[in-house]
């Protein structure tokens, strides 16, 4: 794998003289890609001695590539037409995924075994861990990294991070569990066993708060096993007074614990959010 590594950097390094005629130059995009689709090779993950996204920049620059290798082609299934660069993600039945009549994932992304993709869309590099849920009209950015065990409600946006090579994706943990409407965008995290209230918007511009201490934890990171909920902030300015967004973690959870839906209900009501 390190002279694949290599080899793509080093087109990436001459991407504007390469064209869909250059076909060894595809092969070798290709290959690293499908390393993607696989599951064998990720785009990011977490170091877990530091707590850090680790990027692996030369399979973000794979990707890049082949948008730049591959034309136009048309693809038909069923009564529908695609015109795309990328073909779409097959083989989910061996692969023990399923997707309803609807949902859609590219090439290059990877669904671990148990995926449930109700109408929805995963783009390329992205991954998502077994038996993760993405309801309907959700999406999965181009290499976000969702973990096992999550559930994304409905219409949840997991933004994209594909430009520039070395920027984080989104992460999202182990057992977390994303509210409807919510959206996760520019490399925000959410940590495992989290739960996000309904439209909560995280990026690394909005503070993250302790609703105990009034503390200001970080910016676009939900830590491991908190409630959050979408917040607002008052703040002086020149023209006046004004609300600015924050999340507001209201439950700090025991590792482990796992909330159902009328238990969570009831917490987010006793705070004065609405269900």
């Known amino acids: 794998m390190a002279d694949l590594e290599d080899q793509i950097n080093e087109l990436f390094e001459r991407a ?18 499908g390393l993607l689709d696989s599951g064998e090779a990720r785009v990011a993950e977490v170091d877990v001695a530091t707590g850090q996204v680790v990027v692996h920049e030369w399979l973000k620059k794979a990707v890049l590539l082949e948008f730049r290798l591959c034309g136009v082609r048309s693809e038909e299934v069923g009564p529908f037409e695609y015109a795309d660069k990328l073909p779409l993600k097959k083989g989910f039945e061996r692969a023990g995924v399923r997707v309803v009549p609807g949902a859609s994932a590219r090439w290059g992304s990877f669904l671990d075994r148990g995926v449930i993709l109700m109408p929805s869309y995963v783009n390329i590099g992205a991954r998502v861990g077994s038996q993760t849920m993405v309801d309907t009209w959700a999406t999965v950015g181009s290499c976000a990294q969702i973990g096992a065990d999550v559930h994304l409600a409905g219409g949840v946006g997991i933004g994209g991070v594909l430009e520039p ?7 999202v943990g182990d057992k977390a569990f994303i509210g409807s409407r919510c959206m996760i965008t520019d490399g925000a995290r959410v940590g495992e066993g989290s739960v996000l209230g309904a439209g909560v918007i995280l990026n690394p511009s ?13 910016r676009g990171v939900v830590p491991d096993w908190c409630v959050a909920v979408s917040a607002s902030r008052r703040r002086e300015f020149p023209g006046g007074e004004f609300f600015l967004p924050c999340v507001l973690v209201i439950r700090r959870l025991d590792e482990g614990e796992t909330l159902d839906k009328v238990r969570l209900n009831n917490i987010l009501r006793s705070h004065g959010v609405p269900t």
């Not at 504007?16 to 890609?33: I, Q, Y």
């Not at 090579?165 to 992460?171: D, G, K, N, T």
């Not at 993250?208 to 934890?217: I, K, M, S």
């Open 165 to 171: 090579p070395q920027a984080a994706p989104v992460v």
């Open 206 to 218: 909005i503070p993250v708060v302790d609703a105990e201490t009034g503390q200001e934890l970080s």
């Open 16 to 33: 504007g003289e390469l064209g869909p005629e250059d076909v060894d130059a595809k092969a070798l995009a290709d290959e690293a890609v």
